[in-house]
C-alpha cells in the first residue's frame, strides 16, 4: 500500500481525522474541488449540508476511481464549507457517515483540513471537496 495514515501520541483526540498520511508512490493524483452536483450538471440537495457533503464525496470518489485510485489512496482531503460555524459539524459529519460503506470512506477520515468560506462559486454550494492522493 502506497498511502500510511497515522495519529502519534501527543496530538490532539479524538478528532474525526488522522493527523498524519505517509506515502511512497510515486504517480500523484489530485481529484479538482468536488460539489453536489450530477454528472448532468443538476444539483443535488439544495440547503442541505449533510446532502451535499455526500454527493460530493460520491463525485470525489468517482474522480479516484477515473485515475485508478480509491479513498484508501488519499493522502489530504480539503473541505470548504460556505458560512461554516462549529454547530455545523454533526451535518457534516452526518454527510460523511451517509455515504463512508458506499465508497469506501474508512473512518477516521485521511488528513483532513476544513477551510470556512463566505461564498464558493455558485449561490446554492455549501461544500466542496479536494482530494489527493498517491499511486505506486
Known amino acids: 500500500m502506497t498511502v500510511r495514515h497515522l495519529s502519534p501520541e501527543g496530538l490532539p483526540r479524538p478528532v474525526p481525522y488522522h493527523h498524519v498520511a505517509v506515502g511512497t508512490g510515486t504517480r500523484h493524483v489530485h481529484v479538482a474541488g468536488q460539489i453536489a452536483r450530477r454528472a448532468d450538471g443538476n444539483p443535488v440537495a439544495p440547503g442541505d449540508l449533510a446532502g451535499q457533503v455526500a454527493q460530493a464525496l460520491r463525485n470525489t470518489s468517482t474522480g479516484l476511481a477515473g485515475a485508478g485510485a480509491s479513498f484508501a489512496d488519499v493522502l489530504r482531503l480539503t473541505f ?23 465508497i469506501g470512506l474508512v473512518l477516521p477520515l485521511p488528513p483532513s483540513s ?14 466542496e471537496i479536494e482530494a489527493t492522493a498517491l499511486l505506486d
Request: proline letters at 5%; charged letters at 25%; zero cysteines.
Open 114 to 127: 476544513l477551510i470556512g468560506v463566505e461564498h464558493l462559486f455558485e449561490p446554492d454550494v455549501l461544500v
Open 80 to 102: 470548504y464549507v460556505t458560512r461554516w460555524s462549529p454547530e455545523r459539524t454533526d451535518d457534516l459529519m452526518a454527510g460523511v457517515a451517509a455515504v463512508a460503506d458506499e
